[in-house]
């Protein structure tokens, strides 16, 4: 018989049963749409985590107080007090240091316009907005003029704005950090949710000077230190430089730990990545589960078919069907199915990822080789689990498949 033939019987016979048939096809129809799904979220959550850190800037080393140690399987950060603002003057120098930035994180409630509001407030230089690619929506960025005059001014993120001046333009209005009175000169654009979940729009910004000194009562020790390099081709060689201006700043002697570390944006956007990756290969492999499930029922089903059209075959075998004939109706059949319920999973899971887009709010990517990965992976299951059931139609005694009742 030819192959279109054998389609077109597996085609009548499916529909011969449609109920029955639409029930086989279920877990061939929700683990293809599993798979697509749970894949396409897993891209999405990648394509988040790339641009959340690529808000950050994409070419920046953070530069940390303490050394990373294990202990107990924790990474811990020990001797937290061991940066200080005259290491950036080490570092500013350094061939491929486009902008540094030293940061002094302090925490505030911070009263004016309707109400008040508890808030991080960051104590940074003029380069921190070109550093973190980050552009003012309003206002403008104080000077360096204005870090050494401690000057009392902010700019303040849209999470601040929308909680203190809702129906006010900020811009020149005085605000109390503390028991600091504080000027708004500029307004932050708004970035939205950070790599670790954070509202990055829940910031307020201030003249280094100004925190560290009002704020955290200290002329010396910062938080942290931010450089952003020319380029991504000499972030590995900044890098180094700094670890060994700092190292020489500290005094450090040769066997010594660094008492500080160093973190590269493109290796946490690269680990980011991956795990993303592997939660993505994991969704999709649960998923992929349901697949298996629906090849059981399909090879459960087709038994059951086998069974019931046993003197059918015997007929077919009497008037010239060969074993092969016999075997390839069958396992054309499970595979008509297979691939008709992958068909129905895709259109189920395009609908599922729309609602998701446009109603849900999460944020999937639509992967065209993972349908046909999917569509692939059915057809598989139809033929590995069709198999046995056709082999076992093939194989049938034509004498006693006539006389079968």
């Known amino acids: 018989m030819r192959i279109t033939s054998l389609v077109k019987t597996a085609g009548k016979s499916i529909l011969r049963n449609r109920v029955r048939s639409l029930l086989t096809m279920l877990g061939i129809i929700i683990g293809v749409a599993s798979v697509v799904v749970m894949v396409s979220i897993g891209e999405g959550a990648q394509l988040d985590i790339r641009q959340q850190i690529e808000s950050m800037g994409t070419n920046v080393l953070t530069i940390r107080p303490g050394n990373m140690s294990a202990r107990g399987g ?10 200080t603002i005259q290491d950036v003057d080490h570092l500013r120098g350094l061939p491929g240091v486009a902008a540094i930035s030293p940061i002094s994180r302090a925490t505030g409630q911070i009263v004016g316009g309707t109400g008040n509001w508890r808030t991080q407030a960051l104590g940074v230089t003029a380069d921190y907005l070109a550093i973190r690619s980050w552009e003012l929506d309003d206002g403008v960025m104080f ?62 910004l201030m003249p280094i000077t100004t925190v560290m000194q009002r704020m955290n009562g200290t002329t010396r020790f910062i938080d942290q230190i931010m450089i952003s390099t020319e380029s991504m081709d000499v972030i590995n060689d900044v890098q180094a430089q700094a670890e060994e201006a700092l190292r020489a700043a500290h005094r450090l002697a040769p066997s ?83 691939v008709m319920g992958g068909l129905i999973g895709v259109a189920l899971s395009i609908a599922l990822i729309w609602v998701m887009n446009d109603f849900v709010g999460v944020t999937t990517v639509f992967a065209p080789q993972t349908i046909l990965m999917s569509m692939g992976f059915s057809g598989f299951v139809g033929v590995f689990f069709g198999f046995y059931p ?12 006539l006389r079968f009742e």
């Open 390 to 401: 056709a082999r076992k139609a093939a194989r049938l005694n034509p004498i006693q498949a």
């Open 143 to 204: 000077t360096e003029q204005d870090t050494k005059s401690s000057a009392k001014i902010a700019v303040v993120g849209k999470t601040v704005v929308n909680e203190l001046f809702p129906n006010i333009d900020p811009i020149g209005q005085s605000i109390r950090v503390g028991a600091i009175p504080v000027k708004v000169v500029g307004v932050l654009r708004a970035r939205g949710q950070g790599p670790m979940g954070d509202d990055q729009d829940d910031i307020l």
């Open 74 to 83: 924790i990474r811990i950060a020990q001797g937290m007090r061991t940066l």
């Open 256 to 338: 010594a730990e660094n008492d500080f570390n160093i973190r590269n944006q493109s290796e946490m956007m690269e680990r980011a990545t991956e795990t993303a990756r592997v939660m993505t290969m994991l969704l999709g492999a649960i998923a992929g589960i349901s697949l298996v499930v629906g090849g059981i029922g399909i090879m459960n089903i087709m038994l059951v078919s086998v069974t019931e059209r046993t003197r059918e075959i015997g007929i077919r075998m009497a008037v010239g069907a060969r074993e092969g004939d016999i075997l390839m109706q069958f396992l054309i059949e499970a595979v008509v199915l297979s």
